[in-house]
Structures are given as C-alpha cells and as structure tokens.
C-alpha cells in the first residue's frame, strides 16, 4: 500500500471576508472528492451567514464553544467533537459563543471551490 502525507504549514492561515481565518488543509484538483479546511473563529465573532452551491459541508468541531444555525434550524450550541452537517444550497452561520478560538474542521464533498460560495448578506 502506498502511503502519502500532506501537510499544511500553519502560516498559510488567511482572514476570510467571511470574520474567520481559514487555513486549506486539503484542497487538491487530483482529489476532486473532498476539501478539508481548518476554520478558527475569535471570541464573539460570527461567520456571515451563507451557503455553498453543489456542496456538501460538515463542521468537525475541534475546540471550543459555538452557536450554529443550519436553514430554518433553531440555533444550536456546538462543543468539540460535534459534527454539523450542512446539506448543499442551505444557508448557515457560526458563532463563538466562548472566550477562546472556536476552531473546527470544514469537511467538503465534493471538494470546495471558490464557485461555489455565495454570500447571503
């Protein structure tokens, strides 16, 4: 079996316009199945809400406390480990509701692309 390692360099984190800072984990056109992000949320921050077109998303929750709300979905407060799941073309948010990072995991099938974005406010 062959083996392969990725490994993303921390200092390639980006602020979005989205108030969150990304860091692409796995984003690659020889893997169109899937795209892994690593988001990081500061305290009392939320992510303006939006929804990706053709794309499914979870949220791995890694550290942290947040306030997630999926379409007409009540909001509901997510702690490490939670997985949101995001169905394409659903408008979504995020909030730190803690006073550190809220950081998780963006996990996309098929991968992300910056088509596929689109901004609700």
């Known amino acids: 079996m062959n083996q392969s390692i990725h490994s993303p360099n921390p200092s390639d984190e980006l ?3 989205e108030n969150c800072h990304i860091l692409e984990v ?13 988001a990081r949320l ?3 921050m939320t ?11 979870r949220y791995l929750i890694v550290t942290g406390t947040g306030i997630t709300q999926v379409g ?5 407060e997510v702690r490490p480990g939670d997985v949101v799941i995001i169905p394409s073309g659903i408008p979504q948010r995020i909030s730190n509701s803690g006073k550190d990072d809220l950081v998780f995991l963006c996990i996309c099938t098929p991968r992300f692309a910056e088509e596929c974005y689109e901004a609700l406010e």
Not at 47 to 57: A, C, I, N, P, Q
Not at 72 to 76: E, G, K, R, T
Request: glycine share 6%.
């Open 47 to 57: 992510t303006k809400l939006h929804r990706l077109k053709g794309v499914d998303e």
């Open 26 to 38: 796995w984003n690659n056109n020889s893997d169109n199945a899937v795209s892994i992000a690593r």
């Open 15 to 17: 602020p979005t316009e």
């Open 42 to 44: 500061e305290s009392g």
């Open 72 to 76: 007409d979905s009540a909001p509901v």
